[in-house]
Structures are given as C-alpha cells and as structure tokens.
C-alpha cells in the first residue's frame, strides 16, 4: 500500500518568506508527527497529532512554527518569516495510533527546505 | 532528559566484515528502543525494535539487546553486505512521556566490495 508522501519534496524560499510543507499519512494511522534533521544530525521531534489536535507540540522552536491536521489525515507544518536557520528536511511519520501500544512509527522521504 | 549517543562514523568496513555500531541512552522512564536505517536517496526506515530489557530485535541479519544494566542497544551483524552501506540511527521512545522518538546522531557506514 502507498507509505507516507510529503510534498513538495524540495522547496527553495528567501529569508522572511512564509512556506507550507505538506504531509499524507499512510490511510487509516490516527498518529501524525513531525521531526526536523538538520544535515549530519538525527531527527528532532516537533509536533504529534492524535487525531485532529495537537498531543503534543513541544518541540516547534518558536511561534514561527505551526502545524494542522484539520480533517485527522493531512497535515500542513506551516512556517512564518524564515530564517537560514530553518534550512533542514523536515520528515513527516505516521502510526496507527493505538493506545497503550508502543506503535511504530513509518517516515515519509521528507522535504527538503533550503532558505537562502 | 532523554538522550541517545551513538558512535560516530564513519564506518568503513570491507564486505563480510562484523559490524557494531554501540548506542547507548538515558532516560527518565522505561524506553522502548529501535534502529532506523536511512538508505542512500531513501527515507527512514524501521530496522529492530525492542520493547522491554533483555528482549532481542531482529531483521535483515541485524540483531540489537535491550541491555538495561548498561542501558545500551548495540546494532550488530556478522556479515555485511555492499547493500547495507547507509546510515544508521539509534532511538528511543517512552510512552508515559508521549509518543516522540528522541534520536542519535546516526552513524554512517560504508561497506566496500
């Protein structure tokens, strides 16, 4: 079945510009996430979605970051005034969401932000 | 805090070589561990899981225990291949505290033929 899709999968903006980055989760996974790597490092954890609200957002930086996932499926991270900073690959992971369980969680290939 | 240290690379092996890539952690709480491989041109990938001490993850000829004495995880396989250059990272997860993965640094490996 099709896996974790993130668009667009490159995305190229200017200092202070506003971006949207998008996510579709695998059909059915109730759980969103949202990491960002920046080059050389490993994931860190921004945001996770259960169902339509936000469980848990304490790894967005500052209020420049914020995300949705009005409907419980896609997901919208969305960044105000950029900074070169916030240049990284921002992943987008999904998992079925089941309590109690340690679920697994599947990545999407990422999108890529560059802010020149 | 919750924190994972992984070696760091890279690792140059030939092939058929044994690999261990040592990961250690710290956590306030009882964490569930995994490996996740990233593939060159590819997205992350779930390797092994384990969720309690002294279990055992297994895939793809890699093999990690949970070791909660040391607190450590170490990726390990006998043989490798050409196929299983990429890099890999080290995570852990506590329920009680949410559902995040708290990451390593990853640690990349090159097999060469």
């Known amino acids: 079945g099709a896996g974790v899709s993130q668009t667009p999968s490159n995305k190229v903006t200017e200092k202070g510009k506003y971006v949207e980055l998008r996510c579709d989760p695998i059909?059915?996974?109730?759980?969103l996430y949202w990491y960002r790597q920046s080059l050389g490092q490993g994931p860190e954890f921004l945001i996770y979605?259960?169902?339509?609200?936000?469980?848990?957002d304490s790894g967005l930086p500052n209020d420049r970051f914020f995300a949705v996932r009005p409907e419980g499926s896609v997901s919208t991270l969305k960044i105000q005034r950029t900074e070169r900073g916030d240049s990284a690959v921002y992943l987008c992971?999904?998992?079925?969401?089941?309590?109690?369980?340690?679920?697994?969680?599947?990545f999407g290939p990422g999108t890529r932000l560059t802010v020149l | 805090g919750n924190s994972v240290t992984q070696m760091e690379g890279p690792v140059t092996l030939s092939e058929e070589a044994f690999l261990t890539i040592n990961c250690t952690y710290t956590a306030t709480g009882y964490p569930s561990l995994f490996w996740y491989v990233q593939y060159p041109g590819e997205g992350l990938q779930l390797l092994l899981k384990a969720t309690k001490a002294d279990d055992k993850g297994s895939n793809k000829g890699f093999e990690a225990t949970y070791r909660k004495e040391t607190t450590s995880f170490h990726l390990e396989k006998g043989s490798v291949q050409v196929s299983d250059s990429a890099v890999y990272f080290c995570a852990l997860l506590i329920k009680a505290a949410g559902n995040k993965l708290t990451f390593g640094g990853g640690t990349r490996v090159l097999v060469k033929p």
């Open positions: 059909s059915g996974h109730t759980a």
């Open positions: 992971a999904s998992s079925q969401g089941v309590a109690g369980r340690t679920d697994t969680q599947y």
């Open positions: 979605f259960q169902g339509t609200g936000a469980a848990d």
